[in-house]
């Protein structure tokens, strides 16, 4: 069976993003693929991809509570971003009115259960 899409990466918000990064590359034995000040990705051999951003005045999750819940969001990939974004409508996500960079590759979304996740071409 295929999906609407292949998962692309799993992004983390964190204070510092390269301190984060560089316990999940120890940890996992990956390398980092991109570096930036506030946003750094570590990449598997099989093109899996974690990403750490940084997020002003973090609160870290406290599990188990509803009041610091874990967050994160996917970006998953597609082949074209017009028809995966009417697929994705149709399975119940809302397009993000707030949408931070118009006209680049990716586009934000809200599951049903109100979770952002982006869809990215390429």
């Known amino acids: 069976m295929s999906g609407v899409a292949r998962l692309h990466s799993v992004v983390l918000d964190c204070p510092e ?18 570096e930036e000040e506030d946003w750094v990705t570590l990449a598997g051999g099989d093109r899996t991809r974690l990403a750490f ?24 990939t597609v082949n074209d971003m017009a028809e995966a974004e009417n ?3 149709a399975l119940g996500a809302v397009r993000h009115e707030h949408q931070p960079d118009e006209g680049c590759d990716w ?15 390429g």
């Open 17 to 34: 993003p390269k301190a984060l990064a560089d316990f999940y590359a120890g940890l996992l034995g990956w390398k980092v693929a991109d």
């Open 53 to 76: 951003q940084r997020v002003a005045e973090y609160v870290p999750p406290v599990w188990p509570s509803a009041e610091h819940p874990q967050q994160f969001h996917l970006d998953l």
């Open 87 to 89: 697929q994705v409508l």
């Open 107 to 121: 586009t934000v979304f809200l599951d049903p259960a109100g979770h952002p996740f982006c869809l990215v071409t």
